[in-house]
């Protein structure tokens, strides 16, 4: 019987350069894998998955009809309804603010391989006062800094084309406005880049860059800026300062291989994004809970619940080595428990998907019994993006 393999961070051992680099990159989405795989296992009669719909406020009540399906919470879809929105508020709401770490830190190791200083985020403000000579009266954010010792280069991220209303667009030029406006005199040149990651269609590119213009309007002079941007080109803002838009990957590859002198850029950029694209922590904690959930409104018992009390009656205790050979060793206790698993509970027919589920569901169990035993901790390698959408 075939079962799928897994890539579980989080149960990898952080000792090893390529997986303190991944933690490194994915740091702020694994929390979240690990948040959801805590109240998975969290069987309290005031946390775990159920718990979210204490966070649901009274605009949402009103404005989704959660206080309407409330009242109706004797009928399970309706009574579903309600913790489902809470739980996918909060797991969105959460990933969203936690996607842009990704972002700066991939942007970041690619200029590190270029041998390219990059800048943490806590030494902007301080990098920017002591080496540049900008401290605008109004702080602002800046999603990558980095040096090449003859120039800096300041990137603001926005992580799609379809994205973003007109706030948005224009708080990618407000650093830049402040500067030009304040007339502060930077010891060195800038580039300063606006780069959208995901291109697609280029729909709202126009609309970008005319509210880039107008946010510039009184500071900045000069012919066919708007063609300029549109192209790609740099546009000469101040005798320190240029202002270029690097619409999609392929573009923005080919302006950091000019500012680090490296030609090999693009594909140190490639294999860092494939480097931190094959994971499953975040995914499967995501999916199972969520399948969860729906047993849990019905007023069933979650399979996490069910998992815990037979790996008991098992006896059963994770040790180290179970930890070092998480994949065989999770899969020699599915087999196991497939064997003994009565209960018509899993969310999948077939043999080998049952297989499957139950291995993930042991995976994370795993998880949150490497949590338990003092396991890697996350909190040091977040950062807090300003990624703009």
Not at 3 to 23: A, G, M, Y
Not at 101 to 124: D, P, W, Y
Not at 305 to 329: C, E, P, T, V, W
């Amino acid at each position: 019987m075939g079962i799928q393999p897994r890539s579980i961070i989080l149960l990898e051992d952080d000792k090893r350069t390529e997986i303190q680099q991944l933690i490194e990159l994915l740091a702020s989405p694994l929390g979240l894998a690990d948040d959801l795989v805590e109240l998975s296992f969290d069987f309290s009669a005031s946390g775990g998955l159920l718990s979210k719909k204490q966070k649901l406020d009274s605009i949402k009540k009103m404005t989704a009809g959660l206080a309407s399906a409330e009242q109706k919470s004797s009928y399970p879809i309706a009574n579903y309804s309600v913790y489902l929105f809470s739980f996918q508020q909060f797991f969105h709401s959460s990933y969203r603010a936690r996607q842009g770490n990704v972002l700066e830190g991939i942007i970041r190791r690619v200029l590190e391989e270029s041998k390219v200083t990059a800048f943490k985020r806590k030494q902007h403000k301080s990098v920017m006062k002591d080496k540049l000579g900008i401290s605008t009266k109004a702080g602002h954010d800046i999603d990558v800094l980095a040096t090449n010792s003859s120039s800096y280069l300041i990137v603001q991220i926005r992580s799609r084309d379809d994205t973003g209303g007109t706030t948005a667009k224009g708080s990618l030029v407000e650093l830049l406005r402040d500067i030009l406006r304040e007339k502060h005199d930077a010891k060195s040149p800038i580039l300063y880049l606006i780069f959208v990651w995901e291109a697609l269609e280029g729909n709202q590119k126009q609309s970008l860059i005319g509210k880039i213009l107008a946010l510039l309007a009184d500071e900045i002079s000069g012919e066919h800026l708007k063609e300029k941007l549109d192209e790609g080109e740099t546009v000469q803002v101040n005798p320190k300062i240029k202002l270029q838009l690097a619409y999609g990957k392929e573009q923005f590859a080919e302006v950091l291989g000019k500012f680090t002198n490296n030609p090999s850029l693009k594909d140190i950029f490639k294999k860092t994004i494939d480097f931190a694209s094959s994971w499953d922590d975040l995914w499967l904690a995501y999916a199972v809970s969520s399948l969860e959930l729906e047993r849990l409104t019905m007023g069933k018992q979650s399979n996490f619940q069910i998992l815990n009390d037979k790996i008991r009656n098992l006896g059963f205790k994770f040790a180290m080595q179970d930890f070092d050979h998480y994949l065989d060793s999770s899969e020699r206790l599915a087999h196991k428990l497939l064997a003994d698993w009565k209960e018509e509970s899993l969310p999948v027919t077939s043999p080998s998907d049952q297989l499957t589920y139950i291995r993930d569901l042991i995976l994370l169990k795993m998880i949150h019994e490497k949590h338990l035993q003092g396991g890697l901790s996350l909190k040091k390698h977040e950062d807090q993006s300003t990624l703009v959408d």
